[in-house]
């Protein structure tokens, strides 16, 4: 029975590499020394494959990408260094069955899209590091994804599967940086978000805690321009269920970006460990609570949606709503999240339909399949999404942004045939301003743009 033997959690700036640096790479000899250390380790431990999570290449919302070529390439062209090129062969098996393993689980992940055929620096300079000492593997090489971080763990826990199955003995790589705002002087600036994101990721690795990395507050990782952070959920995801010990073999920001080099020593398996039973258990007694204390218009748009996409068919108006469903019009938006994060967003700003039952069903038929940030909610996502819905007060013109309030009132703002609309009392949206920026940014309403202002109340139903 194959397993993971090891796995290390790295950086990845371009610098470090020799041919590239040219003697600008000595700031971080720390980090130079601690890839030598690791690379002496992947010798030792002589591995079938090396997985390899990274952040850059092929990139996309709702979709893991796995490079399919049978020969994975990349240079440092970008760099200043077209000489240094590397080659691995790709372990074709195993991707198909981690593909295989992801697509079990409800999990979108594959080969499609991007044709980008050369490794991207995330890849590569750790990879340059390792192979200096060992070339004895093949490689798979995955990208990120923009999923919530428990389906992110839950694909780590596919990878494990795979290899399980496939007998093989690999090492899983999670290619990232940490903060990228930890110096004025640095490229991306400073922000105090920066060194308290570096920080806490250091203490979660020592402690080995990396339930916590899904839980991370989602402004500080914002706010810190950190980079590896989904890398490392995959890669933690792979060791759920097995005792773990840790080494941080360094750390340091000398050109204001954070890089940790650190290694996961795997052990035997351990129930207490098993981080995604307890959560996916946890998430099913909130979902039930949900469940049973949500109100009809809640009830009405799951229904609907559950229906809609187990059957293909849109239902009729059930029997005994209230009255206010029936006899009213409203505009009204279906909001669906699936563990914490946005799955899906319709609605309509004034009423279309006969009453608010029907603008529901209508809202959230559309909600689930219809709107362009995401791909349409598929069977096996229903037991784990959450509805709410916003019935919405006549919109009323205003004056200037001294009339508006982000807790109490939505906005539409409107620029000729452009208009962008954004609910109240949205989370991470503090100020007015905020709320106005991302309704222009929907509409597509540039900055100079002159545009007018509505205001709205709604009615939420959770």
Known sequence: MGKIIKAYMVPHPPIIIPEVGRGQEAP???????????????????????????PHGPVYGDYIHIYPYPVL???FRAFGAPGV???????????DNIVA??????????TLGQTEKYLDHGALVPLYYISREYQRFKLVRISIAGFPPLELYRFGQCIARAVSELNRRAIFVASGDLSHRLKEDGPYGFDPNGPEFDRQIEDIVKSADFERLLNMDERLCSRAGECGLRSFIIMAGALNGLDISTTV????????????????TVGHPNPDRDILG???????????????????????????????????????????????MLENRAGVFVSLKKHGQLRGCIGTIAPTCPCIADEIIQNAISAGTQDPRFSPVRENEL????????????????????????????????????????????????TVEQQLAIARQKAGIRDDESYTIERFEVVRHK
Request: hydrophobic share 40%.
């Open 28 to 54: 971080a000899t720390a980090t130079i020394n601690a890839y030598k250390t690791i690379a002496k380790q992947v010798k030792e431990l002589a591995p079938d494959v090396i997985i390899l999570t990274t």
């Open 73 to 75: 390439s990349g240079d």
């Open 85 to 95: 090129r590397l080659s691995f062969q790709n372990d074709s098996r195993l991707l």
């Open 101 to 110: 393993k992801a697509q079990e689980a409800g999990i979108e992940a594959g």
């Open 249 to 264: 073999h360094s750390h340091e920001g000398p050109f204001g970006v954070g890089y940790m080099v650190a290694e996961i």
């Open 278 to 324: 307890r959560l996916e258990k946890a998430n099913a007694e909130k979902i039930k609570e949900i469940r049973e204390n949500e109100d009809p218009f809640v009830a009405l748009a799951r229904l609907t949606l559950e229906t809609y996409v187990r059957t293909g068919k849109k239902i009729a108006r059930p029997e005994g709503l209230p009255e206010e």
């Open 383 to 430: 037991d784990d999404i959450v509805y709410s819905v916003d019935v919405l007060s006549k919109p009323e013109p205003v004056k200037d942004k001294s009339e508006l309030d982000v807790i109490k009132y939505g906005v539409i703002v409107t620029a000729g045939h452009k208009r962008g609309l954004l609910l109240p009392n949205l989370e991470g949206v503090d």
